[in-house]
């Protein structure tokens, strides 16, 4: 069987505003780097994402999902999949956060996602090597969203490994 994640968004409540990370569910969280921004969420069978500059730009902002299940560390690819659209023309960057002691290291696909006000149902394909498992004692996907001010909606997000 091959590991895979849908994030519940028709069961999930949440709502609120981060200088830093806020869980939104297990294994779900959003944050925003330093303090010179702020990100907004609020749920209603979407996810709606705001942020906002306070002192300038802000470094970076995210939504990061855990693959805690071990079955991930067996997959040779990971599929990440988006249906999404933002207010004005934006990029998303997917990452693969492979976790080692003491460190971790970012995969990045060869381009970033761009999102447009239509919405779009858009992804990318991680290659892994068994050599970059070596040592892995979790991963997370993360999506990295534009460093400007923007609205985001993320209508479904799902990742799944295959062998």
Same mark, same amino acid.
């Given at each position: ?13 949440? $709502?609120?505003?981060? *200088?830093?990370?806020? %869980?939104? #569910? !297990?294994? &779900? +969280? ?52 988006? $249906?999404?659209?933002? *207010?004005?023309?934006? %990029?998303? #960057? !997917?990452? &693969? +956060? ?66």
């Amino acid at each position: 069987m091959h590991p895979n994640y849908d994030i519940p968004l028709g069961d999930l409540d949440a $709502t609120g505003t981060t *200088t830093s990370v806020s %869980e939104l #569910m !297990p294994g &779900l +969280r959003v944050g925003i780097g330093d303090t010179s921004g702020t990100l907004s969420f609020r749920t209603d069978g979407a996810l709606h994402l705001e942020t906002r500059e306070t002192d300038g730009p802000y470094e970076w902002a995210e939504i990061s999902i855990s693959l805690a299940d071990p079955a991930w560390h067996l997959c040779r690819r990971i599929h990440f999949q988006i $249906t999404v659209c933002a *207010t004005l023309p934006v %990029e998303v #960057m !997917p990452a &693969l +956060r492979l976790f080692s002691v003491g460190q971790f290291h970012d995969l990045f696909p060869a381009a970033p996602i761009p999102v447009y006000p239509e919405t779009i149902r858009c992804g990318c394909v991680f290659d892994l090597i068994p050599r970059q498992m070596v040592d892995i004692e979790r991963m997370d996907l993360q999506l990295f969203l534009s460093n400007q001010e923007h609205q985001l909606t993320v209508f479904d997000m799902s990742v799944v490994g295959t062998h």
